[in-house]
């Protein structure tokens, strides 16, 4: 508890059965924390680890070098977004030496964002060369809300980034150094220190976001807690985050490489990033990070004039759009004419940067209606298996075992008593004469 404030909210009053933590594993284990398994990697090899695999996470990790524990927990065996099962931490990596920072100050300045009320307290904080946060979620949170962990996230980076917030280290499968494992960088052990030790609901780390409902929101403080916003609202950020994890995507499957797109991609990222950003150069801050990761062997180099006008173009349009769907109760009005830029259709998308039908097998939303087919079945597919349904194969399997065991006893049967007939046998098997009938016929 080295170093925390102690603070608690004002949006963070202490509820009955609060999840309290006693040390970091309570971060990943604890009351309704038990539902799949957290991952520990060293990016050659992982492991998953369930609630009944605690002492044996933390004897693997101790004390060895390159150790890094997912902030949420997935399949057994798997670490991808679409096997997330409960998402149980938010993070944020701050690489404040990048900034000219020592940890020490890095430290300082984030306590001063705490005390003014522009962040909440983290519940624990990691120190080896950079400073690791993490906000824990009272009981977890269920997989569909992924689109509001991750608007927090980048709220919390964009408040962050003058101490070093890294925009890339945002994705739900993403992984943060072990505590008290060692950081191979510079040999020192990943210090942890509890600094809150109650765990927050996600409504209670949405309250230092900018509302869902604005666009721009100049406040340095604290939002209200309770603010009530459409069903259409949550489905529209729903949707615009999924399209930022496919263009992420895109990037990863593709090496970065843009050719003859760039400058069309960087316009159509920084569109869907406006709307999640606090204002015009937070967007820039994280579309610097994004033009990083990509590039074009075609393309001229772009210019900083170039990208911030192709930055600022995208915010303006996204900018206008919102109001125009505020103004529509929150409804996009297709209206020719009416120079609203609004987002591009799934079709479009897929036309203008080109995406094979092998990327969108692999992409969750910008799929034509042939993927969006496959999608669904293997949906529908998952869930049947998880309600006990078997697949058609062991189906079959058991219904062929099942009638080789009837014969097998209808060859002893009629060997016992060859001259028995049809309806006799049937009471014997206890089965239709017609399946006598079947049966005598494969015997």
Known sequence: MKGGLFLVSEVQKIRPQQEVLTDWISCWFGRNKTTGYVTITDFNFQKSYGLKDINAL????????????????????????????QIRN??????????????????????????????????????????????????GAAPNMAWLTSYITEQYISKMRHIGADSNAKDLSRVMRVPNSINERNGKIVKS???????????????????????????????????????????????????????????????????????TFLYIYAYHQSLICNSLSDTEGFMLNVLERIHSEVDKPISKAEFRRTVKSAYEDAK??????????????????????????????????????EEQRLLKRIVGEQISK??????????????????????????????????????????????????????????????????????
């Open 58 to 85: 933390i004897r693997d990790t101790s004390g060895v070098e390159k150790r890094f524990i997912s902030l949420n927990s997935f399949t057994f065996g798997e670490r991808q977004t679409r096997e997330l099962k």
């Open 90 to 139: 938010i993070g944020i990596d701050l690489d404040q030496y990048k900034q000219g920072l020592s940890i020490e100050q890095g430290l300082d300045e984030l306590q001063v964002l705490i005390l003014e009320k522009i962040i909440p307290e983290p519940n624990l904080v990691l120190t080896s060369r950079g400073i690791q946060l993490f906000y824990t979620i009272d009981g």
């Open 193 to 263: 220190d509890i600094w809150n030790p109650y765990s927050y609901t996600l409504q209670e780390l949405q309250a230092y976001c900018k509302p869902l409902d604005r666009f721009n929101y100049k406040g340095k403080k604290k939002a209200e807690i309770k603010r009530i916003v459409p069903a259409s609202l949550s489905l529209f950020y729903k949707t615009n985050n999924a399209r930022l994890v496919d263009l992420d995507k895109l990037i990863h499957l593709r090496n970065g490489n843009l050719s003859h797109k760039r400058n």
């Open 320 to 357: 206008e759009f919102f109001k125009h769907y505020q103004d529509n109760g929150y409804k996009v009005i297709a209206r020719q004419n009416d120079g609203i830029k609004k987002p591009y259709k799934t079709t479009n998308l897929i036309e203008i940067l080109e995406i094979t039908t």
């Open 374 to 443: 496959e999608h669904d079945a293997t949906r529908k597919r998952k869930e049947r298996r998880a309600a006990g349904v078997k697949p058609q194969y062991e189906h079959l399997k058991q219904r062929k075992t099942e009638q080789a065991q009837k014969i097998e006893k209808l060859r002893k049967i009629k060997s016992k008593k060859p001259g028995a007939t049809n309806v006799e046998l049937a009471k014997e098997l206890n089965v239709s004469t017609k399946t006598i009938q079947r049966l005598s016929k494969l015997l």
